[in-house]
């Protein structure tokens, strides 16, 4: 396995290449239930801070990003943003042999979030019903820093008028999320800080359609 950051790659024009054929054969083939988040991903490449693409010889095992690219505050970066597994390398059944984003991707982009100058660097998963997930994914990762798991929903997007300017938080029910962020510096001047709903007003509002949602998760 080789992981490749494309924005820091010699050979830019080829991985963004391979990249813009993987999205493609998606946009064809692939059911997955986020398939839509990675149609014509190769031309947003640029506006991350890194994006990675993991080899198995010449094949795309796996993709990820670290983004912020003003959607959050500026000493925040957000890890395994639009993280994808092709087909052949996911895991099957309830069993979770390879961990991907755990073990590749979010080592690397925790040191590049450290290496631009971020305060913090933080994941989400969606649904509060996915929350075993986020605390089975801080025991894994908290072997090497300490993760730390919001006590609240965080909403993780941003709604933006056509000038591109920040005009308000995007109230669809997929971004509010859990979040679990992790100190990049010894002192930090400002506390980690996105928009959330404590657990009992996001189920008042979010009960039902968390419901509708898992299901087409499955």
């Known amino acids: 396995m080789k992981l490749i950051d494309v924005l820091q790659s010699n050979d830019f024009s080829k991985h963004k290449e391979n990249l ?28 991350f801070d ?51 984003s755990e073990d590749w991707f979010i080592p690397y982009e925790v040191n590049r979030a450290m290496e631009l100058g971020y305060d913090y660097a933080f994941i989400s998963i969606e649904l509060l019903m996915r929350r075993r997930s986020m605390q089975d994914l801080i025991h894994y990762i908290s072997k090497d820093r300490t993760w730390i798991l919001h006590q609240d929903m965080c909403n993780t997007c941003r709604q933006h008028n056509d000038k591109g300017d920040f005009i308000g938080v995007n109230k669809d029910p997929n971004c509010w999320q859990n979040v679990c962020f992790t100190p990049l510096k010894s002192v930090i001047q400002a506390p980690f800080t996105l928009p959330s709903i404590n657990i009992a007003e996001y189920n008042n509002t979010y009960a039902s359609t968390q419901k509708q949602r898992l299901k087409r998760l499955r």
């Open 20 to 47: 813009e054929k993987l999205c493609k054969w998606i946009e064809q083939h692939d059911n997955h239930r986020n398939a839509k988040n990675y149609y014509g991903l190769d031309k947003q490449v640029h506006k």
């Open 50 to 100: 890194s994006f990675e693409i993991l080899y198995d010889d010449n094949n795309i095992v796996a993709f990820s990003g670290l983004w912020n690219n003003g959607h959050y505050p500026s000493n925040t970066a957000r890890c395994s943003t639009r993280t994808y597994y092709h087909p052949d390398y996911r895991n099957k059944g309830s069993s979770r042999t390879a961990r991907w």
